[in-house]
């Protein structure tokens, strides 16, 4: 029996992402367990940039509750992920978790080409932002298969379902998770089949998903041209073992160039006045002997 994992962005509990997930594990029609994890009530600290992780098979310093996380995440068949929008993007919840992700990359083998399907969510229709960007953003990195992303609208815990179009859209989702992709309603991008791009002027694009620069002509059609960089992350296994390879190179050059860069840093040691977290009073809230 297939497992599914479902990873909710929203603190909220039985909120529209928590139902959205629910829901298309519903419609899925293979026989499947689906194991569901709350971001916000796990311990996850940020990442402190030191690499240790890519050299130690994973294992990051940091002693927190990440590897429940990553654990769920390897035993998992495929992936369904939601989040809501937050200020015109995606709650923090899964960049603070990719954040992260260096210490995944020594399982390209066990990660790679997972089914994985995303669900914005957002209160006010149109107002969604860049949400699904950032869910594309985070499933690329997790190195899965992304077959269907969605925004829903709905404000209030459950208001997603006063539109019943939404099942529809959720029903398709959970097709496409053991079955094709949907295709893309937009203009997509050639090397990714990201559909957000930042306009450069002079017809150059760069698109925001795999950040390839390219061309776009529109003789009917927008046609867009983009063509991989030398240097991609996760377009391919071989990319994302190189990528990890090059990660790991930064080590031998952080070594030869160490005093150089000592040079550099050190000059501004002592520059600005820190602020740091100051010392909380007592809340009242503990209990009195
Ligand atoms: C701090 C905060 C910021 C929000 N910002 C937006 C926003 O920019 N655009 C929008 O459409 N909805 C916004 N919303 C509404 C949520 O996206 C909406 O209530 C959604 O249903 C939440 O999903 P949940 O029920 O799974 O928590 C915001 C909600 C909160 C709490």
Same mark, same amino acid.
């Given at each position: 029996?297939?497992?599914?994992?479902?990873?909710?962005? /929203?603190?909220?509990?039985?909120?529209?992402?928590?139902?959205?997930?629910? &829901?298309? @594990?519903?419609?899925?029609?293979?026989?499947?367990?689906?194991?569901?994890?709350?971001?916000?009530?796990?311990?996850?600290?940020?990442?402190?940039?030191?690499?240790?992780?890519? %050299?130690?098979?994973?294992?990051? $310093?940091?002693?927190?509750?990440?590897?429940?996380?990553?654990?769920?995440?390897?035993? &998992?068949?495929?992936?369904?992920?939601?989040?809501?929008?937050?200020?015109?993007?995606?709650?923090?919840?899964?960049?603070?978790?990719?954040?992260?992700?260096?210490?995944?990359?020594?399982?390209?083998?066990?990660?790679?080409?997972?089914?994985?399907?995303?669900?914005?969510?957002?209160?006010?229709?149109?107002?969604?932002?860049?949400?699904?960007?950032?869910?594309?953003? +985070?499933?690329?990195?997790?190195?899965?298969?992304?077959?269907? =992303?969605?925004?829903?609208?709905?404000?209030?815990?459950?208001?997603?379902? %006063?539109?019943?179009?939404?099942?529809? $859209?959720?029903?398709?989702?959970?097709?496409?998770?053991?079955? /094709?992709? !949907?295709? /893309?309603? @937009?203009?997509? =991008?050639?090397?990714?089949?990201?559909?957000? %791009?930042?306009?450069?002027?002079?017809?150059?694009?760069?698109?925001?998903?795999? @950040?390839?620069?390219?061309?776009?002509?529109?003789?009917?059609?927008?046609?867009?041209?983009?063509?991989?960089?030398?240097?991609?992350? %996760?377009?391919?296994?071989? /990319?994302? $073992?190189?990528?990890?390879?090059? !990660?790991?190179?930064?080590?031998?050059? +952080?070594?030869?160039?160490?005093?150089?860069?000592?040079?550099?840093?050190?000059?501004?040691?002592?520059?600005?006045?820190?602020?740091?977290?100051?010392?909380?009073?007592?809340?009242?809230?503990?209990?009195?002997?």
């Amino acid at each position: 029996m297939k497992t599914i994992l479902g990873i909710i962005g /929203s603190p909220r509990k039985l909120g529209n992402c928590e139902i959205a997930v629910k &829901a298309v @594990s519903r419609y899925i029609r293979q026989p499947h367990e689906l194991k569901i994890l709350r971001i916000s009530d796990f311990d996850i600290r940020p990442c402190r940039g030191c690499y240790t992780c890519l %050299f130690k098979e994973g294992r990051c $310093v940091i002693q927190d509750d990440l590897p429940d996380i990553w654990e769920a995440l390897f035993e &998992a068949d495929a992936l369904i992920v939601a989040a809501p929008t937050y200020f015109l993007g995606p709650n923090a919840t899964l960049k603070h978790l990719l954040d992260r992700g260096l210490s995944l990359l020594p399982h390209i083998e066990t990660l790679w080409g997972k089914p994985a399907v995303g669900i914005g969510i957002a209160g006010i229709p149109g107002k969604e932002g860049y949400t699904l960007l950032g869910i594309q953003n +985070f499933l690329r990195f997790l190195l899965t298969h992304i077959k269907g =992303c969605e925004i829903l609208y709905g404000a209030l815990p459950g208001e997603i379902f %006063f539109n019943k179009d939404n099942e529809t $859209v959720l029903s398709n989702l959970a097709s496409s998770l053991f079955g /094709s992709a !949907l295709a /893309s309603k @937009s203009p997509t =991008c050639p090397v990714c089949g990201g559909d957000t %791009f930042r306009f450069m002027g002079d017809g150059r694009i760069r698109c925001m998903l795999c @950040s390839n620069p390219g061309t776009f002509r529109k003789e009917g059609p927008v046609f867009f041209d983009i063509c991989p960089g030398s240097h991609e992350m %996760f377009l391919s296994k071989e /990319s994302a $073992v190189k990528h990890s390879e090059w !990660l790991k190179g930064m080590k031998a050059r +952080f070594l030869e160039q160490k005093n150089q860069l000592k040079k550099i840093t050190i000059d501004y040691l002592k520059d600005g006045t820190w602020i740091k977290p100051s010392t909380r009073e007592d809340t009242g809230n503990a209990e009195k002997p």
